[in-house]
Nanobody
Framework: QVQLVESGGDLVQPGGSLRLSCAAS????????IGWFRQAPGKEREEVAC????????VYANWVKGRFTISRDNSKNTAYLQMDSLKPEDTAVYYC????????????WGIGTLVTVSS
């Protein structure tokens, strides 16, 4: 079983950047696909991106449009979400999750980190 802890959430101005981290413990990160999700106030949770454990290939939500980049460093047991050109509508709690494959209903979840985009 893997435990996940997100960090890096902050208040940032529109157009700014943040890098979120997802630190894994209890099991090697390399064994899992890692997904980033977000939930804005009053909205459903939505998938942002996912990186597969098998080959490191990535998938992104259509709305990301090149602004976000998911990556992983298995040697550090950590996954990342680099977010650029942030918009106020990116304000949300961001979660990382792990499973054997990329899916919207992953088995293991962190508690989330808050990203606020505001001037």
């Amino acid at each position: 079983q893997v435990q996940l802890v997100e960090s890096g959430g902050d208040l940032v101005q529109p157009g700014g950047s943040l890098r979120l981290s997802c630190a894994a413990s209890g099991s090697p990160l390399a064994n899992y696909a890692i997904g980033w999700f977000r939930q804005a106030p009053g909205k459903e949770r939505e998938e942002v991106a996912c990186i597969r454990g098998s080959d490191g290939s990535t998938v992104y939500a259509n709305w990301v449009k090149g602004r976000f980049t998911i990556s992983r460093d298995n040697s550090k047991n950590t996954a990342y979400l680099q977010m650029d050109s942030l918009k106020p509508e990116d304000t949300a709690v961001y979660y990382c999750a792990a499973d054997s494959w990329c899916t919207v209903d992953m088995d293991y979840w962190g508690i989330g980190t808050l990203v606020t985009v505001s001037s």
